[in-house]
C-alpha cells in the first residue's frame, strides 16, 4: 500500500519535490523503531538522522530551481506521499523485527534474506498490479485504454513490434540493467538490515542520492551533455556526510549495543 499511495502522490507531485517529502522516512523510522522495537536514540543519533535529511534535501533543492514548485499543489499530494513514506517504513521496520525474531526461534540463525524479500516484493508486487487501474487513472489512462497501454510499454521495453519506438533508446538493455542495479541494491539495503538496523540501511540508502546527482550530472551515454554542481549541492552533500559520520559516534557503554 504504501509503494501504491506513493506512486499516486508522486504522479501528482512535481518532480523535485518527491526525494525531499520522501525524506520523512528516516523520521518514520525513527518513531516507529521506538514504538515497535523498543529502540532508544542518543542525541547525536537523532540529530545525524536530521542531518542527513537535510542534507539530501539541499542537494535536490539545488536542482530544482526551474519548474513547478510545491506552492502550485494541494497539500493533500504531498500529505498521501509523506504518509506512503509510514508504511515504507513501517515494512522496513517489520522485516528487522522479523530477522532478530527469527534469529530467536532458530536458535541464533538468522532467516533467509530472499525468503524475506520475496515475500516482501511479492506482496508489493500484487499491491501494485491490483491498484494499476486507480493509478493509470490518475495519469489521464482509461481502464478501457489500459491494455493497450501495457502492451507499447512492453513493446518499448522489448524494442520490438516496430512502430514508432524512437523514445525507447538503449532498450531492452538500459531497462534490463536498471532491473539488475535495482535488485542489487535492494539485496545489499536489505543485507545491511539484517546485519545491523533499519534505520542505519536507510542512512546508508540516502548517500545514493547525491551520488546519483553527481553522476547524471556527468556526460553519459544515453544522456544529455554534463552540468555543474551548485555550490547548495556540494553544501548538502557535505552536510549529508556529516550526519552519517555524527549518528555513527563510537558508543561508550554496551546498553546502547543493538539489542537482539
Known amino acids: 500500500m504504501g509503494v501504491a499511495s506513493g506512486m499516486a502522490a508522486a504522479a501528482m507531485l512535481p518532480g523535485p519535490s518527491i526525494p525531499v517529502l520522501s525524506q520523512s522516512f528516516l523520521v518514520w523510522q525513527l518513531i516507529l523503531s521506538v514504538i515497535v522495537l523498543g529502540r532508544k536514540y542518543r542525541a547525536n543519533q537523532i540529530l545525524g538522522c536530521l542531518l542527513v535529511t537535510t542534507g539530501v534535501i539541499l ?4 536542482g530544482a530551481n526551474g519548474g513547478s ?3 502550485d499543489v494541494k497539500f493533500f499530494w504531498p500529505a498521501v506521499l509523506m504518509a506512503s513514506s509510514a508504511c515504507q517504513a513501517g515494512a522496513s521496520i517489520i522485516k528487522e523485527f522479523v530477522f532478530i525474531d527469527g534469529a530467536k526461534r532458530l536458535e541464533g540463525k538468522r532467516p533467509d534474506i530472499f525468503v524475506v524479500n520475496s515475500f516482501g516484493s511479492g506482496f508489493q508486487a500484487l499491491f501494485v498490479l491490483l491498484l494499476l487501474p486507480f493509478l493509470s487513472n490518475l495519469k489521464g489512462i482509461p481502464l478501457t485504454e489500459l491494455p493497450a497501454y501495457v502492451n507499447r510499454g512492453a513493446a518499448c521495453f522489448l524494442n520490438v513490434g516496430g512502430g514508432n519506438l524512437n523514445d525507447c533508446p538503449g532498450a531492452p538493455l538500459l531497462p534490463l540493467l536498471f532491473i539488475t542495479m535495482n535488485m542489487a541494491f535492494n539485496i545489499s ?3 545491511l538490515v539484517k546485519m545491523s538496523t533499519a534505520l542505519v540501511a536507510s542512512l546508508t540508502a540516502t548517500l545514493a542520492v ?3 546527482i553527481y553522476v547524471l550530472s556527468l556526460p553519459l ?3 544529455p551533455g554534463g552540468t555543474s554542481l551548485s555550490t547548495s549541492f556540494l553544501v548538502g552533500a557535505a552536510v549529508l556526510v556529516l550526519g552519517l559520520l555524527l549518528y555513527n559516534l563510537p558508543q561508550n557503554s554496551a546498553d ?3 539489542t537482539e
Do not use: C, E, F, T
Not at 542537494?59 to 539545488?62: D, E, F, H
Open 59 to 62: 542537494s535536490v533543492v539545488s
Open 69 to 71: 514548485s510545491l506552492s
Open 189 to 191: 539495503v536489505l543485507n
Open 210 to 212: 547525491p551520488l546519483s
Open 221 to 223: 551515454p544515453y544522456m
Open 256 to 258: 546502547q549495543v543493538k
